[in-house]
């Protein structure tokens, strides 16, 4: 993996950017084994025909940890976010083969937390499967950066992300809203080992599988910054 200055000038500009090569064979193969070997039977794991997901993924599996943040990935966030950096999120997705699963347009409103409290700015609370989320005030997601690690070839054919260029520039965009006429809709299409870097605010979609591959993919939030005293990130974990 080489890192170049148009890395972070894309994340900005764009909401996203994609770079090849972090992971080998041999990193994914232990990343999926750990999964393999997890005992899914709590209430984190959900499991479809369409989709199969962890929430809290880092939590439940910690041995994935030294896997996940290899060289490679220290070094990116390194040099893109400095060393300040900690884990807020975490979930794996794993779309099947034949799945119809598919996500339409949205932005990432919400936040992981330990507790409901009632904070100004702080709204939109929801509790599912004994997990407090929450829609902070804009300048606490427009800090976070998602990492969006590839474990499979990922195209347009399998589910890779459709987003909007620019659109986490625009604040909260509401989805019946786009000007198509103004807006530029990008597919994303990441290499096996590839890592996606996005802004939650980024506009982005994902469709249904066609070509009969998986599409298996660990999502983690980052940020740097500490939520008001009565909250607590649900996940925070040093990296």
Known sequence: MSYNNQIPECLHNKGFSIVDGIYN??????????????????????KTADLFAIRQVVKEIPEILPFIFNDNLQRLISNILGNDYFIVKSIYFDKPENSNWYVAYHQDLTISVD????????VNWTKKQNQFAVQPPISVLENIVTLRIH?????????????????HSKGIYRPETINWENEKEVTCNVNKG???????????SSGRTTNSKKRRVIHIELSNINLPKKLNWAEKQEI
């Open 25 to 46: 064979d041999t990193e994914i193969d232990s990343m999926i084994s750990c999964i393999n070997k997890a005992d899914q039977t709590n209430t984190t794991f959900r």
């Open 151 to 167: 474990l499979d070839e990922t195209n347009s054919e399998n589910g890779a992300l459709k987003v909007i260029e620019n659109s």
């Open 194 to 204: 590839g890592v996606m870097l996005m802004k939650p605010l980024l506009l982005h």
């Open 115 to 122: 507790k409901k409290a009632e904070i100004e700015n702080f």
